[in-house]
């Protein structure tokens, strides 16, 4: 039987070359493509957004799989969709069941070649839409193939044969009717009327058909489908149950989506707009974000008393946050991107929802995600975030001075004042690496603001920050720090910074001093000599003859380590021109 045949191809386990199984694989990702386009189709209507972009990406998937493994023939039987005897889509359920609708109609298998065209696709998909909707009409899916003429897509099909009885005699039967249609004829005896095909008193009536002796094969039938009846059964109460498992805010926003779109009257409108914020409170509760904004699309066509504003008021209470943003923390990133999407629908207040959402947010991939939606929001209104950096939540500020940074250029750098003096330094952290991505010359008076009070880590980081260019202003402060009697007592690192910082914002201005520093100092410390070693390489990172003659000069000094400090430098010198 059919089921049984279909069972077995679908469990065969065969060995394949590993480019067969890519073949497959690819043929079944775009057999999926087309039943959810199907799907979709029959679900909205045909000028809906998101059937026109299903279609579209049908058509470029079948262009992309064709070019990569040449043509693709797809076969069918009664419940499943085969590629070179792999299962590809299985029926699920009486209406999930894409091979039917060729399988009834004659269609065995069907050829993609390569050269295929977009609107070869929308024939196609036109056609099955047609045989499986609910006005079929009279043609079969092999009739409207034919008539469209699709180039690259071969049919092959089991032609139409006689029906018994239709017509004249059958070829190759001498004659005959191959079934015994009843005549009426006079008898002799009675006079009344008798089948002229009856022979004698044992002729029946013409549909009664002899099996004679060969019962075998009908009694194996049978016993067949008792073997299968249980799980037969099983599978179609799954069916049923799947069938009544539908979402239910899904199929309310297609009846209200089919109501809006049938020539509906205003006054049916507005009754339909008082209706409508239930189910879009339900889409958002259940994180369900296409199908809220499929609902905030319908509410604005109704055009009803219902607003954004009284919405998204509602949208704002922390029960309604923490029930959005648990949803939001399980979900992936393609779900995220429908909220953002949702969000943008709501105009202004999506920024303030946005923030809300991003502020309780547990998970780093729902955080980062939401950061740049509002980054993408406010690249032209970075003035929009002023109010979140006032927010009591240290991580708030800091996560609104981050995507400051983001926004990046000269306009940030006022924004930023605000949470320059910030109590925790996680916060001014990200001030400093937020000013790095302004024009160093706007950035530069804040960053040394910084500098008071800062620890060892915010001290560094302002100083790199500042020694992207040579300033003099910044040169003379780091020549105050270096020529500080408790310049010793910082932190190792921090006077890594200030010779880094001195030699890289540094001119002519700061050679004298630093002259004067190569030759002070005691000969017993250690600190000064190390101390002189960093001041001859500051020289030498200066660059300039003036900082070259001093060191040429110290490297003719009677005071050994002097001379030493400066070779050292100057062979760096050679080796950096």
């Not at 309604?320 to 953002?340: C, G, K, N, T, Y």
Request: proline share 5%; glycine share 6%; hydrophobic share 40%.
């Amino acid at each position: 039987m059919n089921v049984s045949a279909g069972s077995e191809r679908r469990e065969q386990a065969v060995a394949r070359p590993a480019e067969q199984e890519a073949t497959i694989r690819a043929a079944g990702t775009w057999i999926n493509h087309l039943a959810r386009t199907l799907k979709t189709c029959r679900l909205y209507d045909a000028n809906n957004p998101t059937v026109v972009r299903f279609r579209d990406e049908l058509a470029q998937a079948l262009t992309r799989l064709l070019e990569e493994h040449g043509s693709i023939t797809y076969k069918f039987s009664s419940d499943d969709v085969f590629f070179e005897d792999a299962s590809l889509y299985p029926a699920r359920s009486r209406d999930d069941n894409l091979a039917l609708a060729f399988y009834r109609d004659g269609i065995h298998a069907l050829t993609f070649s390569s050269g295929v065209e977009a609107p070869e696709v929308e024939a196609f998909l036109d056609a099955i839409l047609q045989v499986t909707g609910q006005n079929t009409g009279d043609n079969d899916l092999v009739t409207l193939l034919w008539e469209t003429h699709l180039p690259h897509i071969e049919v092959d099909y089991v032609p139409a044969e006689g029906e018994v009885g239709a017509g004249g005699p059958v070829e190759g039967q001498d004659g005959q009717d191959p079934a015994p249609w009843p005549s009426f004829v006079a008898t002799e005896e009675d006079g009344e009327a008798a089948p002229a095909g009856a022979a004698g008193p044992a002729a029946g009536r013409s549909d009664d058909w002899s099996t004679g002796n060969s019962t075998v094969e009908v009694e194996a039938g049978f016993e067949e489908l008792e073997s299968l009846a249980p799980g037969e059964t099983q599978r179609f109460l799954r069916e049923y149950q799947a069938e009544h498992q539908v979402d239910l805010v899904t199929a309310t926003i297609a009846v209200a989506s089919a109501f809006v779109h049938a020539e509906s009257g205003p006054a049916d409108r507005v009754e339909l707009s008082r209706f409508l914020p239930r189910v879009l409170r339900q889409a958002v509760m259940q994180g369900a974000w296409a199908e809220a904004r499929e609902t905030l699309a319908l509410l604005r066509e109704c055009e009803g008393e219902w607003s954004v504003e009284t919405f998204t008021q509602e949208l704002f209470q922390p029960v309604s946050i923490a029930s959005a943003v648990e949803r939001l923390d399980l979900q992936d990133p393609a779900a995220i991107a429908e909220f953002v999407e949702f969000a943008k629908e709501l105009g202004d207040p999506a920024v303030d929802w946005l923030n809300l959402t991003l502020a309780e947010s547990q998970q780093r991939k729902t955080r980062r995600l939401l950061a740049e939606a509002i980054a993408h929001l406010c690249r032209d209104n970075p003035e929009r975030l002023a109010p979140w950096l006032s927010d009591p939540r240290w991580y708030v500020v800091r996560n609104v001075v981050h995507i400051l940074g983001w926004i990046g250029g000269n306009q940030i750098v006022g924004l930023l004042q605000v949470a320059l003096r910030h109590p925790e330094p996680r916060v001014r952290q990200e001030v400093v690496a937020a000013l790095g991505q302004a024009d160093p010359a706007v950035a530069r008076p804040l960053l040394l603001h910084m500098l008071e009070g800062a620890d060892t880590r915010m001290f560094c980081s302002v100083l790199h920050h500042l020694s992207i260019e040579r300033d003099e202003k910044t040169a003379n402060l780091m020549l105050t720090f270096l020529v500080d009697p408790e310049f010793e007592q910082r932190p190792l690192e921090e006077r890594r910074a200030v010779y880094s910082t001195l030699a890289a914002t540094g001119g002519d201005a700061v050679v004298p001093a630093l002259e004067v520093e190569l030759h002070r100092g005691n000969w017993l410390s250690r600190f000064q000599e190390a101390h002189r070693q960093s001041v001859a390489r500051c020289l030498a990172r200066v660059g300039t003859p003036l900082a070259r003659a001093v060191l040429e000069r110290g490297a003719r000094s009677k005071r050994a380590p002097v001379r030493k400090a400066c070779e050292d430098a100057l062979g760096g010198f050679e080796d950096h021109a």
